[in-house]
């Protein structure tokens, strides 16, 4: 099997919140990369990126020039695509950058079709082992809410079958600790003592403030699964402060940078639990190498967005923990993984089972 092509669009999808009808910015946009790679066995891979933001357009054109090189290339050869693309860049246009979420694309693509040449979903070629997974809502208790709203969408995701859910502090505009405190326990309430609550700070916080805050809501009794993404991402002994002053988990990682700061973060005892970003990280093959890292560290892995893609890697780990589940890409797929009572099935098509809907593709045209 050769690599014989490389197609990319862009679509802007919009930015709505189907699991409890909460959207924070409904009017809002998500630029999206996706990337088709084909093949002359006639099979093709399927990939996307994310995070271009005003540099959507360079993000699509670097997927292209990235790709063209790969035209002749088996796509079966991962680590050799990965060096040969780090080589043609110069070594000096990543980790990191518009360079790093190009290869991403691309190395989900090359993953989709090598599990596709021998018949198998992904999670299978990986060795994974179990029928399901648990997941998360995610996306529908943002910050961005009035207490009001948010307590309403929190019974709403546990009237849905969830079992796990995420919420949002560093609460925007006039807040203070009691505030934030406030806003934890009327969440709980709502949703009763047994659902899996966990909370992103999204690195808005100073380590003095993430003890502060956080020993305040372990006191009023929330019981939080995680605390996710405390303060700056690459202030390791930050966060490590943070970690050894509270008894709820810390969690982390979805803004860095390749496989080195897990590295780092995992040596710093940073954090309890490694969260995992499929297109910082550089694709399915860097994921693996982080959930490795994380097995020797005797640490748990989760994953950040893409659902339909993280349900492969989650299942196939032995260390996976629960998978993301914030639908922005739902839409761009003529069938995804669903939630039932709080855990997704393991999909049984070839590859990554995923196929673009034309119709999206079409509508949503940049």
């Known amino acids: 099997m050769k690599i014989s092509a490389i197609r990319t669009g862009i679509v802007n999808l919009p930015a709505d919140e189907p699991l409890a009808g909460a959207a924070a910015n409904p009017n809002g946009k998500r630029p999206i990369v ?176 993430a003890v502060d805050i956080g020993k305040r809501v372990e006191d009023a009794g929330v019981g939080l699964f995680w605390l996710e993404d405390v303060t700056t991402a690459d202030d390791y002994p930050g966060l490590a402060r943070v970690s050894d002053a509270l008894s709820t988990p810390v969690a982390g990682g979805e803004y860095v940078w390749g496989i080195v700061p897990f590295r780092h973060m995992m040596e710093a005892r940073s954090v309890d639990v490694p969260m995992v970003d499929l297109v910082r990280v550089g694709g399915i093959t860097q994921w693996l190498k982080v959930a490795g890292m994380a097995e020797a560290f005797n640490l748990p892995v989760v994953s950040h967005l893409i659902p339909e893609v993280h349900v492969h890697l989650i299942g196939a780990i032995p260390n996976g923990l629960t998978v993301e589940y914030m639908p922005w890409l739902g839409v761009l797929f003529k069938e995804v993984p669903v939630q039932q009572n709080g855990e997704l099935a393991m999909p049984q098509k070839p590859g990554l089972g995923l196929e673009f809907d034309e119709a999206t593709l079409g509508r949503y045209a940049a």
């Not at 925007?172 to 899996?196: F, L, N, Q, S």
Request: hydrophobic share 40%; proline share 5%.
């Open 34 to 209: 996706w990337v088709r790679v084909g093949t002359d066995s006639g099979a093709e891979g399927v990939g996307v990126a994310y995070f271009g933001g005003a540099l959507t357009g360079t993000l699509r054109h670097a997927a292209e020039e990235l790709g063209a090189l790969l035209v002749g290339d088996d796509p079966q050869l991962g680590e050799a695509i990965h060096a040969k693309l780090k080589n043609a860049a110069g070594g000096s246009a990543g980790p990191g950058g518009i360079y790093h979420l190009a290869l991403s694309a691309l190395d989900i693509a090359m993953w989709d079709l090598k599990a596709k040449a021998v018949d198998q979903p992904l999670w299978k070629l990986l060795g994974g082992g179990r029928p399901t997974v648990p997941t998360y809502a995610s996306g529908a208790l943002m910050r961005e809410l009035s207490l009001d709203r948010v307590v309403k969408a929190a019974a709403t995701l546990k009237e849905k079958g969830w079992r796990e859910m995420k919420t949002q502090l560093a609460l925007p505009g006039e807040t203070t600790p009691k505030i934030e405190v406030e806003r934890m326990v009327k969440i709980r309430e709502a949703i009763g003592p047994d659902i899996k609550l966990m909370c992103d700070i999204n690195q808005r916080w100073r380590p003095e403030q």
